[in-house]
């Protein structure tokens, strides 16, 4: 018997889940996930998709750079203009 259909067997019988049994549905699930990831990461798409979010975050954190440095000048003239 599967350990999938034991599972769900336990869950449905007792209807509650023990912590075991949340341990190893999250091990399962776990498992499934990094697989998953893996065979997305592995295929030609998946390097597309990979440098298609790296290229992302390297915009964002462009952009907050440059945005950053826009409110820091803003800051400075504000003070400048206080102080004068």
Do not use: N
């Amino acid at each position: 018997m599967p350990i999938l259909v034991y599972l769900k067997q336990e869950i449905l019988e007792f209807k509650i889940m023990t912590k075991e049994t949340k341990i190893i549905a999250g091990l399962l699930a776990g498992a499934a996930l990094g697989a998953a990831i893996a065979l997305i990461l592995s295929t030609d798409k998946g390097e597309d998709l990979k440098e298609s979010v790296t290229d992302w975050f390297a915009d964002l954190i462009d952009s907050s750079k440059d945005k950053l440095a826009h409110v820091a000048d803003s800051v400075k003239d504000s003070i400048s203009k206080v102080h004068a």
